[in-house]
């Protein structure tokens, strides 16, 4: 079984630039999450989607990031613009049902110069 | 508001010996709680969990302990091995009704050859 996607590992950019990030979850899996993990601290849980509907962005800063799942699969998370305090580890995971365990994928390392 | 709380940023074990990492948390709506496993440059990975209507669950080396009254559940590993070397996050969910995971800012676990 295929494992959550992510793309690309790492980027680069510098301030008031955007980026973009990917996420292919499992197949059949309908939760899909975006969590941005700061250096030393746990992950923090930034928009929840089931299906193509978000269930919570309750944390997302959505005057400067978006994300989208427009057909209930793959999903991409975008920052425009991007802050120095955006710098951090963007995982995506999902999850067969919105309570089950997690599946993350490898991450995607920002770093905003 | 750090919902879901592990203390001990770090710990030490000598190979063969027990690990036991602790995780407190704050909101008694909680009622299902993982433990994940992290290594650097991947993502997390699902290791072992618990319902609130259980006290212990045992997989092999790991089990999980949980106790509703204080709060607070306890992974132990026996016996630790050098692989088992990573970050371990606690996650906590339920209550909400959206089945948000809350994650702790994780202990580093080093077993000492």
Same mark, same amino acid.
């Given at each position: 079984?295929?494992?959550?996607?992510?793309?690309?590992?790492?980027?680069?950019?510098?301030?008031?630039?955007?980026?973009?990030?990917?996420?292919?979850?499992?197949?059949?899996?309908?939760?899909?999450?975006?969590?941005?993990?700061?250096?030393?601290?746990?992950?923090?849980?930034?928009?929840?989607?089931?299906?193509?509907?978000?269930?919570?962005?309750? $944390?997302?800063? @959505?005057?400067?990031? #978006? !994300?989208?799942? /427009?057909?209930?699969?793959?999903? &991409?998370?975008?920052? $425009?613009?991007? @802050?120095?305090?955006? #710098? !951090?580890?963007? /995982?995506?995971?999902?999850?067969? &049902?919105s309570n089950e365990k997690l599946f993350f994928g490898s991450g995607t390392q920002l770093s905003v110069l | 508001d750090q919902q879901v709380k592990q203390n001990s940023p770090s710990l030490?074990?000598?190979?063969?010996?027990?690990?036991?990492?602790?995780?407190?948390?704050?909101?008694?709506?909680?009622?299902?709680?993982?433990?994940?496993?992290?290594?650097?440059?991947?993502?997390?990975?699902?290791?072992?969990?618990?319902?609130?209507?259980?006290?212990?669950?045992?997989?092999?080396?790991?089990?999980?302990?949980?106790?509703?009254?204080?709060?607070?559940?306890?992974?132990?590993?026996?016996?630790?091995?050098?692989?088992?070397?990573?970050v371990y996050f606690c996650a906590a969910s339920g209550g909400s009704g959206t089945y948000k995971y809350i994650f702790g800012t994780g202990t580093r676990l080093k077993v000492l050859a």
């Amino acid at each position: 079984e295929a494992g959550v996607a992510q793309s690309p590992r790492y980027k680069i950019i510098e301030k008031r630039q955007s980026v973009a990030f990917w996420c292919n979850p499992i197949s059949g899996h309908a939760t899909l999450y975006w969590y941005q993990q700061i250096l030393g601290q746990g992950p923090k849980l930034l928009i929840q989607f089931q299906n193509n509907g978000v269930v919570d962005d309750s $944390q997302l800063p @959505k005057d400067r990031f #978006s !994300a989208e799942r /427009l057909k209930g699969v793959d999903s &991409t998370l975008k920052i $425009q613009p991007a @802050k120095l305090e955006d #710098s !951090a580890v963007y /995982l995506c995971a999902s999850s067969y &049902t919105s309570n089950e365990k997690l599946f993350f994928g490898s991450g995607t390392q920002l770093s905003v110069l | 508001d750090q919902q879901v709380k592990q203390n001990s940023p770090s710990l030490s074990v000598q190979e063969g010996r027990i690990s036991i990492l602790n995780c407190d948390y704050t909101n008694s709506m909680f009622d299902y709680f993982l433990w994940y496993k992290k290594y650097p440059a991947e993502g997390p990975t699902f290791l072992i969990s618990i319902s609130s209507i259980k006290d212990k669950n045992e997989d092999g080396r790991f089990t999980v302990f949980l106790n509703k009254s204080a709060k607070h559940l306890s992974l132990h590993i026996v016996p630790s091995q050098p692989g088992d070397s990573a970050v371990y996050f606690c996650a906590a969910s339920g209550g909400s009704g959206t089945y948000k995971y809350i994650f702790g800012t994780g202990t580093r676990l080093k077993v000492l050859a």
